[in-house]
């Protein structure tokens, strides 16, 4: 792993955050810390010792060719793979200081901390829209209609779906074109208001236009919530994440951390050759 | 021009081509032939099959109608005598007696099932496994078992005969059938959306209970009134532990009528008022299991319909 010691530490810049593309990390600690990470399936290692810092109020964008396990490392930060019988999650991995597998934290409360948006848009298809933005909020326990409304519009707005479904609240989510549903999934994760936001290839399934409107939506998300994004579209990961991790399968196939590091630098001057091989699209 | 591409190598893709297209019209005669044999056969089994079903209804319609009315449906029987042969009573003993076993028994059966069919549809394991085989095995036994478990366990424990112990039998008669319905209809629903609920922070039965069964209650309404319909009309199970009732009763811890008893008894009768009376009750049921069954797709294909 080529990553010096000047990049796993929290407070190395003072210099404010003003646009997506600074590629530094803030003064405030990092948002979830990722140590020796391994990920195995039946006693077969999917991917294996993965450590960064994933920074507060950034976007940090997975990257690699498929297979190498970006997708299995996003579903540990959220215990998505407790559902998996097979799998088996080794290392530590820290939210804030708590360690998410240590025990103190049940899996229900770090996911309602931890959004997630899937690959393809998973509405609730017997919800209404207004139901699937508040079933958040209602799993965990919140009745409020005032808060619920409140919380509604403001994920809305903030998925920038407020204006063209306001009036047709009651419909149901399935009547929404494709970009729409992935921007409700996002709103639904949103209105709880989760510290992180795991999103796996958001875009992957959306025309170009829904693709620009989610890009942009990053980035304005970013003073509310810590993004960490999984993409195959390199211009993606260079348009809209600060700090990028770069994946790709070992000898054996499982997945490993060849490099992390800011945006900039992994696409301008990557450490690791087979960083560039893969940037410039010689091999994946 | 086109005597230079005539002198050229014939192209391999596009030889390829031409032979699949020649192929594919010459067959094409075979498979119109073929597929006209097939609808021929499938439409000759479909009347086929419709024979036994419509003469039936063409019978019962025939010979129970005529008795058929508000008061034959709500009255209590009357038992002829030698003086009074013709008199047919009503079939309102028979009428609450159903209701009320295979009410109580579907209350109790459904949430059951719908708890077991989530446990199956979700669950991994060796006790998951050994309960869908006990499942299957209550779904193909002989109905008339459950009534002598219900007799050996609640009629002579309780040393009476009763609606109670009917309920209990016709419970265990739909619990595996609905169960067997809602594990197919949970396991048809995608899994994304369970992922999708647990990542918003949500306990897992928070989940089943809030997406993945509205999702599945097409197929779990169409197993309930399957499953009903199955129980209106048995008569094996209630047989030996029901008792008797000439009168209206809703209290389930007495003897009771229930309708296809009502056949069984009124059939084997002397008396032709009893007959008649026996046919009245057999179209009655009839339309009850046709309107569940016919219901059931209906609702569904209704609620499938809403969903998307
Ligand atoms: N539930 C599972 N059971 C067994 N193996 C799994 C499971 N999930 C993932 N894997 C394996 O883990 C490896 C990494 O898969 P993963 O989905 O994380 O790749 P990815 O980088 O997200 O690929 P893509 O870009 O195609 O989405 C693969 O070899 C895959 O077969
Ligand atoms: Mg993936």
């Avoid at chain 1, 990920?39 to 964008?61: I, K, L, M, P, Y």
């Avoid at chain 1, 997630?116 to 508040?134: E, L």
């Avoid at chain 2, 609808?39 to 419709?50: D, E, R």
């Avoid at chain 2, 199956?120 to 009534?147: K, V, Y």
Wanted: glycine share 8%.
């Amino acid at each position: 792993m080529s990553m010096t010691q000047d990049e796993l530490n929290p407070t190395r810049d003072t210099e404010p955050i003003t646009n997506g593309q600074s590629a530094v990390s803030t003064l405030t600690p990092p948002a979830m810390r990722l140590e020796n990470v391994s990920v195995s399936f039946n006693g077969r290692t999917a991917v294996r010792d993965c450590t960064f810092n994933v920074a507060s109020n950034r976007v940090t964008s997975l990257i690699g060719p498929s297979g190498s396990g970006k997708t299995t490392l996003l579903r540990s930060l959220n215990r998505l793979h407790d559902l998996t019988r097979s799998a088996k999650v080794e290392g530590k991995i820290m939210l804030g200081d708590i360690d998410i597998y240590g025990g103190s934290l049940p899996p229900t409360l770090l996911r309602s901390r931890i959004g997630m948006v899937f690959q393809r848009p998973n509405p609730f298809p017997t919800m209404s829209i207004y139901d699937n933005v508040v079933s958040g909020l209602r799993f965990n326990g919140i009745k409020k209609k005032a808060l619920l409304d409140e919380a509604a519009e403001s994920a809305l707005i903030s998925a920038a779906l407020w204006d063209s479904v306001s009036s047709r609240l009651k419909a149901h989510g399935s009547t929404l074109s494709g970009g729409e549903q992935q921007r409700l999934c996002i709103a639904r994760a949103l209105a709880v208001e989760p510290e992180i936001l795991l999103m796996d290839e958001p875009t992957s399934s959306l025309d170009p236009i829904s693709t620009q409107r989610i890009e942009e939506l990053m980035v304005e998300l970013k003073n509310r919530v810590t993004i960490i994004i999984v993409t195959h579209n390199m211009q993606q990961a260079a348009r809209v994440s600060d700090d990028c991790a770069f994946l790709l399968m070992g000898e054996d196939r499982a997945g490993e951390l060849i490099e992390f590091g800011p945006t900039t630098k992994i696409f301008n001057d990557p450490s690791d050759p087979r960083t560039l091989d893969y940037i410039q699209g010689r091999f994946g | 021009m086109t005597d230079v591409l005539m002198d050229l190598p014939p192209d391999p893709i596009l030889e390829r081509r031409r032979v699949i297209q020649e192929t594919a019209s010459k067959k094409i005669g075979r498979r119109q032939l073929n597929s006209r044999i097939l609808s021929g056969v499938f439409g000759l089994t479909l009347v086929l099959s419709l024979i036994p079903l419509v003469s039936v209804l063409a019978t019962l319609i025939k010979r129970g109608v005529g008795v058929i009315s508000w008061g034959f449906l709500t009255h209590d029987p009357i038992q002829p005598t030698l003086i009074n042969q013709n008199a047919v009573g009503g079939i309102g003993n028979a009428m609450v007696g159903s209701l009320v076993v295979d009410g109580i028994a579907a209350l109790v059966a459904v949430p059951l099932a719908i708890l077991i069919g989530l446990y199956l549809a979700e669950t991994e394991s060796r006790t998951a496994n050994f309960m869908r085989a006990i499942t299957e095995i209550m779904t193909g036994l002989p109905s008339i078992l459950l009534g002598v478990f219900a007799y050996i366990y609640i009629v002579l424990t309780m040393k009476a005969y009763s609606g109670f112990a009917a309920i209990v039998a016709i419970t265990f008669l739909m619990v595996p059938v609905i169960t067997k319905a809602a594990e197919t209809a949970i396991r048809g629903v995608p899994h994304t959306l369970r992922e999708a609920g647990l990542a918003l922070g949500a306990r897992n039965s928070k989940v089943s209970r809030g997406v993945i069964l509205p999702v599945a209650a097409p197929g779990l309404i169409t197993g309930v009134l399957l499953s009903l319909a199955r129980a209106v009309g048995e008569t094996a199970p209630i047989l030996l532990v029901i008792g008797i009732s000439g009168r209206t009763d809703w209290n389930p811890f007495h003897q009771m009528s229930a309708l296809p008893l009502d056949i069984y008894q009124d059939s084997a009768s002397g008396y032709a008022s009893q007959q008649q009376e026996a046919w009245g009750i057999a179209l009655v049921l009839v339309v009850a299991v046709l309107v569940l069954s016919l219901g059931s797709r209906f609702v569904a294909a209704r609620m499938r319909r809403e969903q998307r």
